[in-house]
């Protein structure tokens, strides 16, 4: 058996619609609101989270955030300071005596450094994570949509449905708050 779709679907009769309509606090006619989806300038900024200096800032970061840095400082300081206390014998020449000013300059530098590496990696943490939000929410309005027009197929009361869906939206949120009874 074959079924022509209806192209000309009017959101302003469909009572599935209307619900989704809805859900912003609204019923406008509008389904979804336009700032819920990337700006041009976000789209462009997520389309360029690979680029050279974020690839460097990720290396940087995962450099410095293992045992192979922490013994390669170990192995820096000791020599530095077995050479500037006079340790090295004859090898030794001393150019930074205590209290090692120099050593503090360029280990305060190696910090300013790393801790902006770190938050540029961070910043392209949350730009990836803004991404998949986006894509959850997409995703979940798809499948609401879906789901009340298959429910409005069946011939569900949609209201009754969205009643006991905040029900239970109530029961989650005094749940999790934990004020309230947990079964």
Same mark, same amino acid.
């Given at each position: 058996m074959e079924t022509e779709t209806d192209h000309s679907h009017d959101p302003a009769t469909c009572e599935a619609c209307r619900v989704i309509d809805r859900f912003d606090g609204v019923e406008d006619g509008q389904i979804g609101k336009t700032e819920h989806y990337l700006t041009k300038h976000e789209r462009w900024l997520t389309s360029k989270l690979m680029a050279a200096q974020d690839h460097a800032a990720d290396g940087i970061t995962t450099f410095a955030g293992s045992m192979k840095f922490v013994y390669l400082h170990? *192995?820096? !300081?000791? *020599?530095?300071?077995?050479?500037?206390?006079?340790?090295?014998?004859?090898?030794?020449?001393?150019?930074?005596?205590?209290? !090692?000013?120099?050593?503090?300059?360029?280990?305060?530098?190696?910090?300013?450094?790393?801790?902006? !590496?770190?938050? *540029?990696?961070?910043?392209?943490?949350?730009?990836?994570?803004?991404?998949?939000?986006?894509?959850? !929410?997409?995703?979940?309005?798809r499948s609401e949509i879906w789901s009340i027009h298959i429910g409005e197929a069946l011939g569900l009361d949609l209201a009754h449905v969205e009643g006991v869906v905040q029900q239970a939206l109530d029961g989650a949120a005094i749940t999790m708050s934990g004020h309230g009874p947990t079964k």
């Open positions: 170990i *192995v820096w !300081f000791g *020599v530095w300071i077995a050479l500037n206390v006079g340790l090295m014998g004859t090898l030794g020449h001393p150019f930074d005596k205590f209290p !090692f000013g120099l050593l503090t300059m360029i280990v305060s530098l190696e910090a300013i450094f790393l801790s902006t !590496f770190v938050m *540029v990696s961070q910043n392209r943490q949350a730009a990836r994570q803004d991404v998949r939000t986006q894509l959850d !929410f997409e995703n979940n309005i």
